[in-house]
């Protein structure tokens, strides 16, 4: 027997109508429907302390405000009392489009009783609109520091939003023969409980932190390498990877294909046939498998063969590991599929309409096999939030990955989608951006390097199972990852998606907000999140005239949508036309170019002068009775020196030759635009 943490409810039994109060891991199935809201009451009842060694050396929720231990630290058992109970909890409903009050924030989490809360709590009632697409939605722990013991322990279970009026769901199999499979891997003591290691890699500084959990046994449904019955015919099955590190490679033992339909948002455009399936921690697919054709008494396997951590860790046994639960072919009759039509989803395209993102996955070493932490952006989680996505707009973020290894990259609120992967120089690019920033963790804000001069080779295209809805993508070493995301519902008409008009069904900006994190949850619980706040307008509204600073060099052109391929520059002075007014404001926006030219000090003494340059957005709103379509306005400056960021050992002189050991930046303008109706006719 094994103890496990998991969820209680009342329930109704599919198969036979009765209700009942019912306790599992994972957890009972949501049947949701879509544009039917739900309302769910999450209750903490965990009254024991901890199951597994909660490392105080983080940044976590810390209910009992305990002071963060300094070696030698005390081994786990019994570890520090003060970090073991109470267990601090709050569930995330991943992939779902809530307000963010409803999405399980970090620092949202609450004690039995909800005694003790954190800064982000206001309720524990949460509201599940349901009005997206209908997919593979899946609830779990989602608790600032302890998301992967929570995870663990068995806070996880599946969520099915279905659609009435979908036409494609009448032709797959249901009831009986669709059945949620949430695989997870994990490691049991000799007396059946859990294990979970709790000896750091770096024990002088995280003294129970380990970056990954890769388990011995396979679990699926709650039970180690199962077998299920099946009849002879096609079974919709939807996998859920609720590992906390381990990505799996799935087959089956026959070669068999299958037939993927959908990903983490929804149907596929188009049926993909698969003989195997990556899978990382937090994505879905919706996939059918058709024993119709199959002899009775036929056993086939699901096996897995991807290297755990993925994808340059050993790979498994193809004995324990590398299976993951057996088919067994019932004696029954012959029941054929239906045939699937050629199209099952329309995915629109996306085409941005603000300046691209350039962001870095790092990772902190003591030495090459011992990571202290891992980040985003170069940023911990406490520093100020630099996500700031504006409501109605569509973004292309370029995401680098510096480290060794895969990271499944998780945007909560929308689905978003994959434009392409591409080979770059991961070593001159790190090279350059620690010139740049100064080593990480930053204590400044990051400043972006764009990718182009360090890529090789072409774009390399999604394949035809990732060009649906996303909310999950594996980032592979060396490759920088593009992804397209539009901060609007998924079902949005196109025609009326435009940055700073809200189409959700709530307010997104309201609340503690959302985040960004890294899904092998070892990495997020330490360090590999940051926090994402959706704004209106990224400047504050103030009438009869609104300003803002931006930075610009001298005659820079500025070149907002409307002007994008003709630009209006004269002596000095930038100008661009007003959007077209909404209902309620007339938005300004557009891009300055800014040119950062530096004198870097490279490590053998050669002075090699370096440029940069980027895009930086800016937009002012006014109301509607201040502003006409077609006025126009200006922007003018005074000259200042630019402000270096840069970390302490960047400084300092050469002792040979007594020049800065600094970066030298030219001349900047810092601008303030300021918007009057007809101050320019």
Same mark, same amino acid.
């Given at each position: 027997?094994?103890?496990?943490?998991?969820?209680?409810?009342?329930?109704?039994?599919?198969?036979?109508?009765?209700?009942?109060?019912?306790?599992?891991?994972?957890?009972?199935?949501?049947?949701?429907?879509?544009?039917?809201?739900?309302?769910?009451?999450?209750?903490?009842?965990?009254?024991?302390?901890?199951?597994?060694?909660?490392?105080?050396?983080?940044?976590?929720?810390?209910?009992?405000?305990?002071?963060?231990?300094?070696?030698?630290?005390?081994?786990?058992?019994?570890?520090?009392?003060?970090?073991?109970?109470?267990?601090?909890?709050?569930?995330?409903?991943?992939?779902?489009?809530?307000?963010?009050?409803?999405?399980?924030?970090?620092?949202?989490?609450?004690?039995?009783?909800?005694?003790?809360?954190?800064?982000?709590?206001?309720?524990?009632?949460?509201?599940?609109?349901?009005?997206?697409?209908?997919?593979?939605?899946?609830?779990?722990?989602?608790?600032?520091?302890?998301?992967?013991?929570?995870?663990?322990?068995?806070?996880?279970?599946?969520?099915?939003?279905?659609?009435?009026?979908?036409?494609?769901?009448?032709?797959?199999?249901?009831?009986?023969?669709?059945?949620?499979?949430?695989?997870?891997?994990?490691?049991?003591?000799?007396?059946?409980?859990?294990?979970?290691?709790?000896?750091?890699?770096?024990?002088?500084?995280?003294?129970?932190?380990?970056?990954?959990?890769?388990?011995?046994?396979?679990?699926?449904?709650?039970?180690?390498?199962?077998?299920?019955?099946?009849?002879?015919?096609?079974?919709?099955?939807?996998?859920?990877?609720?590992?906390?590190?381990?990505?799996?490679?799935?087959?089956?033992?026959?070669?068999?294909?299958?037939?993927?339909?959908?990903?983490?948002?929804?149907?596929?455009?188009?049926?993909?046939?698969?003989?195997?399936?990556?899978?990382?921690?937090?994505?879905?697919?919706?996939?059918?498998?058709?024993?119709?054709?199959?002899?009775?008494?036929?056993?086939?396997?699901?096996?897995?063969?991807?290297?755990? #951590? *993925?994808?340059? +860790?050993?790979?498994? %046994? /193809?004995?324990?590991?590398?299976?993951?639960?057996?088919? =067994? $072919? !019932?004696?029954?009759?012959?029941?054929?599929?239906?045939?699937?039509?050629?199209?099952?989803?329309?995915?629109?395209?996306?085409?941005?309409?603000?300046?691209?993102?350039?962001?870095?996955?790092?990772?902190?070493?003591?030495?090459?096999?011992?990571?202290?932490?891992?980040?985003?952006?170069?940023?911990?989680?406490?520093?100020?939030?630099?996500?700031?996505?504006?409501?109605?707009?569509?973004?292309?973020?370029?995401?680098?990955?510096?480290?060794?290894?895969?990271?499944?990259?998780?945007?909560?609120?929308?689905?978003?989608?994959?434009?392409?992967?591409?080979?770059?120089?991961?070593?001159?690019?790190?090279?350059?951006?620690?010139?740049?920033?100064?080593?990480?963790?930053?204590?400044?804000?990051?400043?972006?390097?764009?990718?182009? #001069? *360090?890529?090789? +080779?072409?774009?390399? %295209? /999604?394949?035809?199972?990732?060009?649906?809805?996303?909310? =999950? $993508? !594996?980032?592979?070493?060396?490759?920088?990852?593009?992804?397209?995301?539009?901060?609007?519902?998924?079902?949005?008409?196109?025609?009326?998606?435009?940055?700073?008009?809200?189409?959700?069904?709530?307010?997104?900006?309201?609340?503690?907000?959302?985040?960004?994190?890294?899904?092998?949850?070892?990495?997020?619980?330490?360090?590999?999140?940051?926090?994402?706040?959706?704004?209106?307008?990224?400047?504050?509204?103030?009438?009869?005239?609104?300003?803002?600073?931006?930075?610009?060099?001298?005659?820079?052109?500025?070149?907002?949508?409307?002007?994008?391929?003709?630009?209006?520059?004269?002596?000095?002075?930038?100008?661009?036309?007003?959007?077209?007014?909404?209902?309620?404001?007339?938005?300004?926006?557009?891009?300055?170019?800014?040119?950062?030219?530096?004198?870097?000090?490279?490590?053998?003494?050669?002075?090699?002068?370096?440029?940069?340059?980027?895009?930086?957005?800016?937009?002012?709103?006014?109301?509607?009775?201040?502003?006409?379509?077609?006025?126009?306005?200006?922007?003018?400056?005074?000259?200042?020196?630019?402000?270096?960021?840069?970390?302490?050992?960047?400084?300092?002189?050469?002792?040979?030759?007594?020049?800065?050991?600094?970066?030298?930046?030219?001349?900047?303008?810092?601008?303030?635009?300021?918007?009057?109706?007809?101050?320019?006719?």
């Amino acid at each position: 027997m094994t103890t496990v943490w998991g969820f209680e409810g009342t329930v109704e039994d599919p198969c036979i109508g009765e209700i009942s109060c019912f306790r599992s891991t994972p957890g009972a199935t949501f049947e949701a429907v879509r544009d039917i809201p739900v309302n769910v009451q999450w209750v903490n009842n965990i009254t024991e302390p901890n199951l597994f060694a909660v490392d105080p050396t983080l940044h976590w929720a810390n209910p009992n405000n305990m002071p963060r231990p300094i070696p030698p630290f005390l081994p786990f058992p019994p570890g520090y009392a003060l970090a073991q109970s109470p267990v601090p909890l709050v569930v995330h409903l991943h992939g779902a489009e809530v307000r963010s009050d409803s999405d399980g924030h970090p620092e949202a989490w609450f004690t039995a009783g909800e005694e003790k809360k954190g800064e982000a709590f206001s309720k524990s009632r949460f509201t599940y609109q349901n009005t997206q697409e209908p997919t593979t939605l899946w609830y779990h722990d989602h608790a600032l520091g302890t998301t992967r013991l929570g995870v663990y322990g068995g806070f996880a279970g599946a969520y099915l939003l279905r659609d009435p009026n979908n036409k494609i769901s009448p032709l797959l199999p249901s009831g009986p023969y669709e059945m949620p499979i949430v695989i997870q891997d994990r490691s049991f003591n000799e007396d059946g409980s859990l294990l979970f290691p709790s000896n750091g890699v770096v024990p002088d500084v995280h003294p129970y932190w380990r970056p990954a959990f890769i388990g011995n046994t396979i679990m699926v449904n709650g039970k180690v390498w199962p077998n299920l019955n099946v009849e002879r015919r096609q079974y919709r099955f939807r996998v859920i990877n609720g590992s906390n590190t381990r990505t799996y490679n799935l087959k089956l033992s026959n070669n068999q294909s299958f037939i993927q339909i959908g990903s983490d948002g929804g149907f596929l455009p188009f049926p993909v046939t698969l003989t195997e399936l990556l899978l990382a921690p937090a994505e879905r697919a919706d996939i059918l498998i058709d024993f119709s054709m199959l002899e009775p008494g036929t056993n086939i396997i699901m096996t897995n063969n991807a290297r755990a #951590p *993925f994808p340059n +860790g050993p790979i498994p %046994d /193809p004995d324990t590991v590398g299976q993951i639960m057996q088919f =067994t $072919v !019932l004696d029954t009759p012959v029941v054929p599929p239906n045939k699937l039509p050629a199209e099952l989803n329309k995915i629109p395209v996306l085409t941005p309409d603000v300046p691209k993102e350039v962001l870095t996955l790092n990772v902190i070493f003591r030495q090459p096999t011992m990571p202290l932490e891992l980040l985003l952006d170069g940023q911990v989680w406490g520093a100020p939030v630099s996500e700031l996505p504006i409501v109605g707009s569509t973004v292309e973020w370029e995401i680098v990955n510096l480290t060794g290894g895969a990271h499944p990259i998780h945007i909560h609120l929308i689905q978003f989608q994959v434009l392409n992967r591409q080979n770059f120089d991961s070593t001159k690019y790190r090279e350059e951006w620690i010139k740049l920033n100064g080593e990480p963790p930053l204590q400044h804000p990051t400043i972006s390097l764009p990718v182009e #001069p *360090f890529l090789e +080779g072409n774009p390399i %295209d /999604p394949p035809p199972n990732e060009r649906g809805w996303k909310d =999950t $993508v !594996l980032m592979m070493p060396g490759q920088v990852t593009r992804l397209k995301l539009r901060w609007a519902p998924q079902d949005a008409n196109p025609k009326k998606v435009k940055p700073g008009v809200n189409l959700f069904p709530f307010d997104p900006t309201f609340g503690p907000g959302y985040v960004w994190h890294c899904h092998i949850i070892d990495h997020e619980d330490n360090e590999m999140m940051r926090p994402l706040k959706v704004v209106d307008c990224p400047i504050p509204v103030a009438n009869p005239q609104s300003c803002c600073q931006v930075m610009v060099e001298g005659d820079t052109q500025l070149v907002p949508p409307a002007l994008r391929d003709e630009p209006i520059v004269h002596e000095n002075a930038v100008y661009a036309e007003i959007e077209k007014v909404c209902p309620e404001k007339v938005v300004i926006s557009g891009f300055i170019r800014r040119t950062i030219t530096y004198t870097a000090l490279l490590d053998n003494g050669i002075e090699q002068e370096k440029e940069i340059v980027d895009d930086i957005p800016f937009q002012c709103a006014i109301d509607r009775e201040d502003a006409n379509e077609g006025d126009k306005f200006r922007i003018t400056g005074a000259t200042i020196l630019c402000e270096v960021f840069a970390r302490t050992q960047n400084f300092g002189t050469d002792p040979n030759t007594d020049k800065p050991l600094a970066y030298k930046f030219v001349e900047k303008d810092i601008v303030k635009v300021c918007i009057r109706k007809g101050c320019i006719r």
